[in-house]
């Protein structure tokens, strides 16, 4: 029988802005808690016991998801995107990768604002690795406050990741890596944290993402900056 050819979706036909106004009032569908979350929908072999793992916040094209998702089969993983005609463009590429290879089916995609829904989604303790890759530099300082790192969305991380969970980041701007390292170093729930070689999300960061290819054309430069959650000083 001959194999059918899958048509994978092109870029071009689901152009958008590069930002979105992370604190403006989108219309999202987003479940009151994580127990109502049905993840079978997202998943085709996602089981009652299962639980999403990796989560790549601000997922792009989802380059670094498809990467993941062959590195680690056993996990499943989300990638969160806020804007409308990019996530659009995520869930068919990942519906025609399955095509080809079921691998795929650990890789999802929800359009959802993460400054305001992470913990709907995942219980506390429930994710393994977070990712900020490359986010919105939002350089005025009046946005500031929409920047992906803050104190008060690093208590959210906190909830989300287990004890011993990374957060992995990477910026091509160094203030705002600087940005993120303070606000990370400065949390007492978070740690600098060096991988060791056995670590393969940490040398999939640079190159997986459109971001992160568009850096090494232009010969740009990107610093990357790991976390560890650590235990609560006030429960020891």
């Known amino acids: 029988m001959m194999a059918v050819a899958v048509k994978h979706p092109k870029k071009r036909h689901y152009r958008q802005r590069a930002h979105s106004n992370p604190l403006s009032d989108h219309s999202f569908e987003y479940p009151v808690s994580p127990d109502t979350m049905d993840w079978s929908v997202i998943y085709p072999n996602f089981k009652p016991e299962d639980r999403v793992r ?129 606000h990370f170093t400065e949390f007492p729930l978070f740690e600098r944290y060096t991988p060791g070689p056995e670590d393969k999300a940490a040398q999939a960061l640079i190159g997986t993402t459109e971001e992160g290819k568009k850096v090494i054309r232009n010969n740009g430069e990107s610093w990357t900056a790991i976390f560890r959650r650590v235990t609560d000083p006030q429960q020891q």
């Open 54 to 182: 990796f989560c790549d916040v601000g997922c792009g094209y989802g380059g670094l998801v498809v990467t993941l998702s062959t590195l680690y089969p056993d996990k499943f993983m989300v990638g969160f995107e806020i804007r409308v005609k990019v996530s659009d463009y995520v869930n068919d590429r990942f519906k025609a990768l399955r095509l080809e290879n079921p691998v795929y089916g650990n890789a999802g995609v929800i359009r959802t604002n993460a400054m305001k829904y992470l913990p709907n989604f995942f219980r506390k303790g429930q994710l393994e690795k977070l990712f900020i890759l490359y986010p919105d530099p939002h350089f005025k300082r009046c946005k500031h406050k929409w920047r992906i790192v803050s104190e008060g969305l690093l208590a959210e991380y906190a909830y989300v990741l287990a004890e011993g969970g990374l957060v992995y980041t990477v910026s091509d701007v160094k203030e705002v890596h600087d940005w993120m390292v303070k």
